[in-house]
């Protein structure tokens, strides 16, 4: 299955700032996914990218907030915009499993906005 | 709207003992589920997937089973060891979208 290198793994951000998540596949695939895990929860998907078109937003979630780039087939960065306190979370990305299903994740960059 | 759920409860069990890890669903028939397992400060990592044609399906001390009359699918450990503690999800796909239930942390003793 594929290998994704999500960086930072964490940080430690002033309110009103913005911070860019990178995530590194080791091979080509279609789509990739941002979630969101805020502290004690479950993932929520923010968006899905697609290389050479715009991302696709799920309710809640707006592209001035959260910008994603998809430049390529291998790589993807979410950007965390104008921080405040309640964007304190776990934020991964992901992509479609190869063979027998399921999702593979990165490791997470978990975010806290002071 | 379309849930899934599980226990948010902490399930504590003895080491050597078969835990059972409970997700249910409603408003909807998922065509598969997923298990994963997330340890603190990793991201989730896939675990099995079962269809809703496959009553059960097995991976090592690890069995899943998918029940659409009850809306129901159970996730054993059997034998399980202090490193199986963690929290496991389930998960299902509409299209490309996964929505994950709360999970359910697992704490096994020695």
């Known amino acids: 299955s594929a290998v994704i290198s999500q960086k930072p793994s964490r940080d430690i951000c002033q309110r009103g700032t913005s911070l860019t998540i990178q995530c590194q596949v080791d091979s080509q695939v279609t789509m990739m996914f941002w979630y969101r895990q805020q502290p004690g929860q479950s993932l929520t998907l923010i968006a899905t990218a697609n290389q050479g078109s715009e991302a696709t937003y799920e309710s809640g979630f707006v592209i001035d907030k959260f910008p994603i780039s998809r430049p390529n087939l291998t790589f993807s960065t979410l950007t965390v915009s104008n921080m405040s306190p309640e964007d304190s979370s776990i934020y991964l990305c992901?992509?479609?499993?190869?063979?027998?299903?399921?999702?593979?994740f990165g490791s997470g960059t978990r975010l806290t906005v002071v | 709207s379309q849930k899934i759920e599980q226990n948010s409860e902490a399930l504590n069990i003895q080491e050597g003992k078969t835990a059972t890890l409970t997700c249910n669903y409603t408003n909807y028939s998922p065509a598969y589920l997923q298990w994963y397992r997330q340890d603190p400060g990793r991201g989730p990592v896939f675990l099995l997937l079962i269809r809703e044609n496959e009553k059960e399906k097995r991976k090592e001390r690890l069995k899943v089973t998918f029940d659409t009359t009850l809306k129901q699918s159970l996730f054993h450990i059997t034998a399980s060891q202090p490193a199986d503690s963690a929290t496991y999800l389930c998960a299902n796909n509409a299209g490309n979208m996964l929505t994950f239930g709360g999970g359910t942390r697992l704490m096994v003793k020695p």
């Open positions: 992901s992509v479609v499993g190869q063979g027998v299903g399921g999702y593979t």
